[in-house]
């Protein structure tokens, strides 16, 4: 059973509100990524991270930010959320040379 | 670049009959891994299956089986046996083998399970 973790669950917020979204795995996998998905729709990598102090931007462009201090935690970021955010973001991780990623439960988001 | 194509946005199946859902997959790479996963209303990615390009046999796992025809690019999801709570949304994936190791996903399937 994957041990990779997400919360808050779901947030509601307000415009122009700072939000960090939390993800940590205890299977001390190297790579990490977020995916966006918009409701019914495909997922999109925007972040991911090789290993610690390593962070790269994905094929979707996102405003938010993320950062990769310890391996077990990949936090993402939005400085000032708008409606245009509003979606689910998934948390996902690998071993290196791993066959599987593992996901999170997901955080849904809603900018009001 | 890598492009997974799921023609199908939604199907009903009848309880306890078989459904394939479709998915087929364009890449340059001669090394590839794919995936279906199952998102129910609740939001997680569940892994259901993997197969290898150069798995000689289909994958099979309980239910679920793999129909790859490489030469064809499809990697179709079988589901034997359907149960109610398979409704869910399906999705195809492939992983990049080389540096991210990152999946790009189809667009979906959304599978109802009728009794």
């Known amino acids: 059973e994957a041990d990779i973790y997400q919360t808050p669950r779901y947030l509601v917020i307000g415009t122009g509100k700072k939000i960090t979204l939390e993800c940590s795995q205890t299977?001390?996998?190297?790579?990490m990524y977020w995916y966006q998905q918009d409701p019914g729709m495909e997922l999109h990598l925007i972040h991911y991270?090789?290993?610690?102090?390593?962070?790269e931007k994905g094929d979707l462009s996102s405003e938010s930010t993320v950062s990769r201090i310890r391996t077990e935690h990949f936090p993402l970021t939005l400085e000032s959320a708008r409606p245009s955010h509003t979606s689910q973001y998934l948390c996902a991780s690998s071993e290196a040379q791993g066959k599987e990623q593992f996901f999170g439960p997901g955080t849904r988001l809603t900018v009001l | 670049a890598q492009k997974i194509t799921q023609t199908q946005p939604g199907m009903f199946v009848q309880e306890k009959e078989a459904v394939t859902l479709d998915c087929t997959y364009d890449t340059s790479d001669p090394s590839y891994g794919l995936f279906w996963y199952k998102q129910p209303s609740s939001g997680e990615m569940i892994f259901l299956i993997y197969?290898?390009?150069?798995?000689?046999q289909n994958a099979t796992e309980g239910r679920y089986s793999l129909n790859f025809q490489k030469a064809r690019k499809s990697a179709n999801l079988v589901i034997s046996a359907s149960q109610l709570g398979d409704s869910a949304m399906y999705f195809c994936a492939m992983r990049e083998l080389g540096g991210r190791r990152a999946l790009t996903f189809g667009s979906g399937t959304r599978l109802q399970v009728q009794p």
């Open positions: 197969q290898g390009s150069y798995d000689q």
């Open positions: 299977m001390g996998h190297d790579k």
């Open positions: 991270s090789y290993g610690v102090n390593s962070t």
